[in-house]
């Protein structure tokens, strides 16, 4: 029996659709609402010297952002903006800069009287500085002290149709005004770029279904993604393909082919193809396609605004379609459809209204490319979901080829079992033999010590106890380490100063113990905190035995911060002091030279050094390399 193969592509559709409108809510938001940041100024207006082409020049105050195509449409010419910043308050050394969006086309930017930014040849089109935003960093030498006002002049020179003037001055600390630059450049110029790629990777995939299989919804998308991509790319070239205007009506005539395509391709994917609506879309686009060429031959910039509104109007008509087959025909593609196509009108009336004519209260940047871009994922889950009727006629061989899988698997897990228990009698093995060796190496080598002193003729009380303690301790680190504490440093040094305290308060010496908050640690071996521990205890012993101290410090603190990071433990007494050059580990005892093999056996630094020549005391330090966990 023959069953429906499931629907893989939308699930996983809907998923991918939803997960990027959450990344464009999430792009657009803090770049809609982003403020001044702290310490920088937004300018509002600029002293401006006009000189339209085929116009009388003008002399007057304009407000930014300021749109040369609005303000003499169809013509270019050259522009010249005086600004004058507000007095500098931060300090001469601190880094300023400017941060400029939409100067264009061609401009170069003085500062203080100094040339401080040239963005190609005034006069000459080859060159386009509004495709990015700019930043300018200002030597700290060109600013003016005391209180003075700094002073901006920029010179442009705009060509027809380009989308030339001024958007937006800022103007504070660099450090303030570079992450608003990232943030912005790559709304602007980095999702553009992604887009054209995507386009391209999925035009090219369309094109290849079409060649394979002649179904015009491949054709369709492939001419309409591999048109949307001259658009994308026009967004970041700063010098186009082919001389302006020309370039310009290639770009437009693409976008025209993009939008309407795409609502052709939504008829094709819902199998909806009323014959007045494919006519009016194939007419639209063609009409679309002449008065953009016929706006950049004869200068007049309301006939591609006239295009425009007739493509918005036809992608505007197919809506219903999509909104009956979602919630008529409750068709799940429909409802994945009437989602992006909703967007992508509304991005269309954005960039239609307020960014091409400027209507309530103007906008600088275009919407349309980031909704248009939830038409690949689109494409991508229709073919995932065609493709996947496929995988219903493997579905027998996959089933054997899963029992036969099965069986193997459960041989493999057998032998590793049988490994698995290998390797735990191999680790119980070796730590028993770090116990016998820990035991060996530290109570027995005290214990023959002991043995030494016990068998002389008249053997010193005195001596015989501190070897029976220093035994006794070594047996406690022996058995502290079989613990598991070996990524918890504090403990480990808390249940050192738990086995020494009572040797210090019978010696009447003082404990300042300063360990600071440490982060939890990679685990670390046994062995390694029993090597520390020894290193400590010696260095305890050491003060008991030599330094005639009455007071020692034990400080452990954390430096992150540090390449490689590390622990880094002191212990200062104020005895006597160390002999001359014991420092450095001349002329010293065993005791010394046994801390600093077992810290090179740690990969540790240490370091003894006395206090002050004069009044005493010695300090050790300690530095363990360790990584946070």
């Known amino acids: 029996m023959n069953r429906p193969a499931p629907s893989l592509g939308l699930g996983r559709l809907r998923a991918l659709l939803l997960l990027q409108l959450l990344c464009w809510l999430a792009a657009t938001a803090p770049f809609a609402h982003a403020g001044t940041p702290p310490g920088s100024t937004?300018?509002?207006?600029?002293?401006?010297?006009?000189?339209?082409?085929?116009?009388?020049?003008?002399?007057?105050?304009?407000?930014?952002?300021?749109?040369?195509?609005?303000?003499?449409?169809?013509?270019?010419?050259?522009?010249?903006?005086?600004?004058?910043?507000?007095?500098?308050?931060?300090?001469?050394?601190?880094?300023?800069?400017?941060?400029?969006?939409?100067?264009?086309?061609?401009?170069?930017?003085?500062?203080?009287?100094?040339?401080?930014?040239?963005?190609?040849?005034?006069?000459?089109?080859?060159?386009?500085?509004?495709?990015?935003?700019?930043?300018?960093?200002?030597?700290?030498?060109l600013r003016r002290g005391n209180g003075q006002a700094q002073e901006l002049h920029i010179q442009a020179t705009m060509q027809r149709q380009r989308g030339g003037g001024l958007a937006s001055v800022l103007y504070g600390p660099e450090a303030s005004l570079a992450p608003l630059h990232r943030s912005q450049q790559n709304w602007r110029n980095t999702s553009a770029i992604v887009y054209a790629v995507s386009l391209l990777l999925m035009g090219g995939l369309?094109?290849?279904?079409?060649?394979?299989?002649?179904?015009?919804?491949?054709?369709?998308?492939?001419?309409?993604?591999?048109?949307?991509?001259?658009?994308?790319?026009?967004?970041?070239?700063?010098?186009?393909?082919?001389?302006?205007?020309?370039?310009?009506?290639?770009?437009?005539?693409?976008?025209?082919?993009?939008?309407?395509?795409?609502?052709?391709?939504?008829?094709?994917?819902?199998?909806?193809?009323?014959?007045?609506?494919?006519?009016?879309?194939?007419?639209?686009?063609?009409?679309?396609?002449?008065?953009?060429?016929?706006?950049?031959?004869?200068?007049?910039?309301?006939?591609?605004?006239?295009?425009?509104?007739?493509?918005?109007?036809?992608?505007?008509?197919?809506?219903?379609?999509?909104?009956h087959g979602a919630l008529v025909a409750r068709r799940r593609i429909a409802g994945v459809l009437m989602a992006a196509g909703t967007l992508a009108i509304l991005a269309g009336a954005h960039d239609l209204l307020l960014v091409r004519m400027g209507l309530f209260g103007g906008a600088y940047y275009t919407l349309t490319s980031h909704a248009i871009f939830f038409f690949v994922m689109i494409l991508a889950g229709l073919v995932v979901e065609r493709y996947s009727r496929t995988v219903a006629d493997y579905r027998s061989l996959n089933a054997n080829l899963a029992a036969r899988v099965a069986e193997r698997e459960e041989q493999l897990r057998g032998a590793f079992e049988t490994v698995r228990?290998?390797?735990?009698?191999?680790?119980?093995?070796v730590e028993r033999q770090r116990i016998m060796r820990e035991i060996h190496d530290g109570v027995g080598s005290q214990l023959v010590g002991l043995l030494n002193v016990v068998n002389q003729p008249a053997p010193d009380r005195d001596v015989v106890e501190e070897h029976v303690k220093l035994a006794l301790d070594e047996m406690r680190m022996a058995v502290d380490s079989l613990q598991p504490m070996h990524d918890d440093l504090t403990t480990v040094l808390a249940t050192l100063r738990y086995r020494l305290q009572p040797r210090l308060d019978a010696a009447g010496i003082e404990l300042v113990w300063d360990v600071e908050v440490i982060p939890q640690l990679e685990p670390f071996a046994a062995q390694a905190a029993l090597q520390l521990q020894r290193i400590l205890l010696e260095a305890f012993t050491n003060?008991?035995?030599?330094?005639?101290?009455?007071?020692?410090?034990?400080?452990?603190?954390?430096?992150?911060?540090?390449?490689?990071?590390?622990?880094?433990?002191?212990?200062?007494?104020?005895?006597?002091?160390?002999?001359?050059?014991?420092?450095?580990?001349?002329?010293?005892?065993?005791?010394?030279?046994?801390?600093?093999?077992?810290?090179?056996?740690?990969?540790?630094?240490?370091?003894?050094?006395?206090?002050?020549?004069?009044?005493?005391?010695t300090r050790i330090r300690l530095d363990w390399p360790c990584a946070p966990a």
């Open 42 to 141: 937004e300018v509002r207006w600029a002293e401006a010297s006009l000189e339209p082409d085929g116009l009388p020049p003008q002399v007057r105050q304009v407000e930014l952002p300021f749109r040369w195509d609005h303000e003499f449409p169809g013509r270019g010419g050259k522009a010249s903006y005086r600004i004058e910043l507000p007095a500098d308050a931060a300090r001469a050394d601190d880094a300023q800069a400017l941060l400029m969006s939409g100067l264009g086309n061609q401009a170069a930017v003085w500062f203080n009287g100094a040339l401080v930014a040239n963005y190609g040849t005034l006069g000459d089109p080859a060159y386009d500085a509004g495709k990015a935003n700019l930043l300018i960093p200002l030597a700290a030498a």
């Open 206 to 323: 369309a094109a290849g279904l079409w060649l394979r299989q002649r179904d015009a919804l491949y054709g369709c998308f492939a001419l309409a993604a591999l048109s949307g991509v001259a658009r994308n790319l026009d967004r970041v070239l700063t010098e186009g393909l082919v001389p302006w205007p020309l370039w310009g009506a290639v770009v437009a005539v693409c976008y025209a082919f993009h939008i309407g395509l795409i609502a052709r391709f939504v008829l094709l994917v819902l199998d909806r193809n009323p014959p007045w609506l494919v006519r009016s879309i194939y007419g639209s686009l063609a009409l679309s396609v002449a008065l953009a060429c016929a706006s950049f031959a004869f200068a007049l910039p309301v006939l591609w605004t006239t295009g425009l509104a007739i493509l918005q109007v036809t992608s505007t008509i197919c809506l219903p379609y999509v909104v």
């Open 543 to 617: 003060v008991l035995k030599h330094a005639r101290a009455s007071r020692i410090v034990m400080h452990a603190s954390w430096h992150g911060d540090e390449t490689p990071p590390l622990v880094r433990i002191v212990l200062t007494d104020n005895g006597r002091g160390l002999p001359s050059a014991s420092a450095d580990g001349a002329r010293t005892g065993y005791g010394i030279a046994n801390m600093r093999t077992r810290a090179q056996s740690i990969g540790a630094r240490l370091q003894i050094e006395t206090v002050d020549a004069a009044a005493g005391g």
């Open 421 to 429: 228990k290998q390797q735990e009698e191999q680790a119980v093995l």
